[in-house]
């Protein structure tokens, strides 16, 4: 067994990988629980996904469940997609149902994966691409190269749709509006901001506000919470999954428009 061998099949592997999904039909960015439903229901719908998520492990705010204890609760509104990742649940008080945070995260990367979608973790996205008023496609570069602020130029992966799943600070979304100068679809025109803690608010406002911003954008889970002023919600996760939902098929009915 030649080192250089194992080198070569992983850069040969990636670099196919990358080719192959250079151009697609949906980037979502963000692996946390709306994206990655969304990814899973997408790519499930035959449409070519791919993630691009920061952080070495994707699962965004799954993990910790409520400051480190890794315990999620999540509603009967979103049994179902529980059910569909083979998610474990207990019921609780209040009809409110229990699951392990591990085991939510896990089942959420490797049931979008093996849908089909494409996830590239520890790439950011820095910027998008803009066509005649639209959105079409990121701008993406090696985390390790933002955090160190290294002076390199990045890539494009062309999309004919983006979601932005980046949670809190709904990032896609800002560029867009910063850096393009454009009306969003929102009261304000630009990002109106996330409000403090209202679970049960936080919860309905975060499905109601998954939608498309822009031509070719859209925001689900935090993000879609944070550009219309949504309440935050903390540790359940019933909205986000549905977000996840929700935004899926409005993508796919979009792009077979
Ligand atoms: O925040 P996050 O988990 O997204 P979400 O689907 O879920 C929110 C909940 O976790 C939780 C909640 C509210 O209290 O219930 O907060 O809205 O995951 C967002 C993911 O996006 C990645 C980030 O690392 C995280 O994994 N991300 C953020 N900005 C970028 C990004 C970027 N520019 N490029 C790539 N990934």
């Known amino acids: 067994m030649k080192e250089e061998t194992i080198s070569r099949i992983i850069v040969e592997r990636y670099g196919i990988k990358l080719q192959k999904n250079l151009e697609t039909d949906v980037v979502i960015v963000g692996a946390g629980p709306s994206g ?3 990814a899973h229901d997408l790519a499930r719908r035959g449409r070519r996904v791919v993630i ?7 699962g965004g705010g799954i993990w910790g469940g409520g400051m480190l204890f890794n315990e999620i609760v ?4 979103a049994l179902d ?8 649940a207990d019921r609780t008080e209040e009809g409110l149902y ?9 089942a959420l990367i490797l049931g979008a994966v093996q849908a089909g979608a494409c996830l590239l973790n520890g790439v950011s996205c820095e910027d998008v691409v803009m066509r005649d008023n639209r959105v079409c496609g990121v701008v993406i570069q090696w985390t390790p190269v933002e955090l160190a602020k290294m002076h390199v130029d990045p890539l494009v992966i062309r ?10 600070p709904c990032e896609v979304v800002s560029i867009v509006a910063h850096k393009a100068g454009v009306r969003l679809d929102t009261p304000t025109g630009g990002v109106v901001g996330e409000r403090p803690m209202w679970a049960e608010r936080g919860e309905q406002s975060t499905v109601e ?10 925001a689900s889970g935090m993000a879609a919470n944070n550009v219309m002023g949504g309440f935050r919600m903390g540790p359940i996760f019933g909205g ?14 979009d792009l077979a428009g």
């Open 209 to 218: 506000h998954t939608r498309a911003y822009y031509p070719g954008l859209y």
């Open 159 to 168: 999309s004919r749709a983006v979601l932005d799943g980046t949670g809190h």
């Open 81 to 88: 997609v529980l059910k569909d990742f083979d998610v474990r």
């Open 74 to 77: 999540v509603q009967e509104e």
């Open 52 to 58: 691009v998520e920061r952080k070495l492990a994707p």
């Open 98 to 106: 229990a699951c392990d945070a591990v085991e939510l995260a896990a």
């Open 36 to 38: 990655l439903v969304a």
């Open 240 to 253: 986000m999954l549905r977000s996840g939902r929700r935004v899926a098929e409005m993508i796919d009915h």
